[in-house]
């Protein structure tokens, strides 16, 4: 409340109500400071006194084991505080001390990053993007977007899927090649396990998966993974997941997966007409410069196989992706394991071990719960719901005299009683 507001709008001649509607203070709190009689100020206000906080004896305590070890959890701190220094207070007290005390006790550092340009050619990003529940010519089911840009250009390429295999991971990246025209010297991933092999910690080299290994050298690029929870690595393919389910997914139906990829060819010009707000660029004219630096496609492409053990059931059917593959009764041996190997159109199933010969092959299924069967490999097989019938003959003639003669025991004499006899036997 500012007096001396009132003061001057008071000497320049206005009323009461006017300085009341100009402050937006009640006409009652203006008469009352311009009465003559009236203070230069309001009152203030007496300070209240509160009194000492729970927490406050064992300040220096916690802060000192802050101190030593700024990670320390609240928990652990509460226990301590409880069992050494008679704390008889909740954990909520220590909480609310701690949110205070270990930004200034152990400031973290922020997480800044250097923005990094690269040279034509030398990058691309890969990433998944989710896309949920969708409608496809197999009915609804769980719908993948596979996304590589060109790290210089800005680039896009994308195509949807059903699955995020390793098989189907790799297939991927051949679409891309073929769209973009060539290869990129090196792709940038996450830490995918169609890519790494297994987790290790900081500052240890990372061993990559078999295929991913023998797929790069086919190509001819090299394999960059992120460093963990360090998204900013891949900020240029994150942008475009997110890019593309706005522009391309949001709001539509489709009947089928060919329907969406179609659908991002269509948006594809618009995107690459655009000029990039980072590298002030269309898109598009950038792209030829980093098209014409890409690394040429091999002769002949690479296929990936996935392996896998399967053990035979009691049918001559190993189950795989929730479908089950048939194998020829004949070659089967029980108990047995087939290994199984796997394109993105073929199930091949080998014998393990010896020579791995092929005993079957079938046509790979999208649909979870088919029945993959090939009836020859059931041919002359039982189908386990026949019941063994023996054929019902004629009545043989004096069938007793013909039992008592298989008999062993027909020669043996056997002694007929009267009843009568046991029971005065039983009388006795």
């Known amino acids: 409340m500012n007096l001396r507001q009132f003061r001057k709008l008071k000497d320049s001649g206005a009323s009461l109500a006017a300085i009341a509607r100009e402050t937006g203070c009640d006409y009652r709190t203006v008469k009352k400071y311009l009465d003559a009689s009236a203070s230069a100020l309001p009152p203030q206000r007496c300070a209240v006194s509160h009194p000492p906080q729970v927490i406050e004896p064992f300040k220096e305590v916690i802060d000192e084991w802050l101190r030593k070890e700024p990670r320390l959890q609240g928990t652990v701190i509460h226990q301590r505080l409880v069992t050494e220094h008679g704390f008889t207070n909740s954990y909520q007290r220590v909480k609310m001390y701690l949110a205070e005390a270990r930004p200034r006790i152990a400031p973290t550092a922020p997480e800044l990053h250097r923005r990094f340009e690269v040279l034509p050619a030398s990058q691309a990003q890969v990433d998944w993007g989710d896309e949920g529940v969708r409608m496809t ?6 719908v993948y977007s596979f996304h590589m840009t060109l790290s210089y250009s800005r680039d896009p390429f994308t195509c949807f899927t059903t699955a995020q295999d390793l098989v189907t991971f790799w297939a991927c990246h051949q679409r891309a090649f073929a769209h973009f025209g060539g290869v990129p ?6 830490r995918t396990k169609t890519v790494v092999r297994r987790h290790v910690g900081p500052g240890q080299e990372v061993p990559l998966h078999p295929e991913a290994l023998a797929f790069c050298a086919h ?6 993974v992120a460093a963990a929870y360090r998204p900013q690595a891949k900020g240029r393919v994150e942008r475009q997941v997110s890019i593309v389910r706005e522009h391309v997914l949001r709001g539509r139906e489709f009947e089928s ?4 990829d179609q659908a991002f060819l269509d948006w594809l010009p618009l995107r690459r007409a655009q000029v990039h707000r980072t590298h002030g660029e269309v898109i598009a004219v950038r792209a030829e410069r980093d098209r014409a630096a890409l690394l040429p496609l091999p002769v002949y492409g690479y296929h990936v196989t996935e392996r896998h053990l399967r053990r ?6 190993i189950s795989f992706e929730g479908s089950l593959y048939s194998l020829p009764w004949r070659e089967v041996r029980r108990p047995m394991r087939v290994e199984v190997r796997v394109t993105s159109e073929r199930v091949d199933l080998h014998r393990v071990g010896g020579d791995n010969a092929l005993l079957a092959t079938h046509a790979r299924s999208r649909v979870k719960g088919a029945w993959v069967v090939d009836e020859s490999h059931w041919q002359g097989l039982p189908t386990g719901t026949t019941s063994a019938l023996s054929e019902v003959s004629a009545p043989i003639k004096d069938e007793p005299a013909l039992m ?3 008999s062993r025991n027909a020669t043996v004499l056997v002694h007929h009683r009267d009843l009568s006899f046991y029971d005065r036997v039983g009388a006795a």
Do not use: W
């Not at 010297?185 to 996450?190: C, K, Q």
């Not at 190509?219 to 960059?224: D, K, L, S």
């Not at 035979?312 to 059917?317: E, Q, R, S, T």
């Open 137 to 142: 010519e197999h009915g609804p089911t769980n």
């Open 185 to 190: 010297s090196s792709i940038l991933y996450d």
């Open 219 to 224: 190509y001819g690029f090299a394999i960059q």
């Open 257 to 260: 997966v060919a329907e969406m």
């Open 312 to 317: 035979v059931a009691k049918d001559c059917l």
């Open 404 to 406: 008592a003669s298989r």
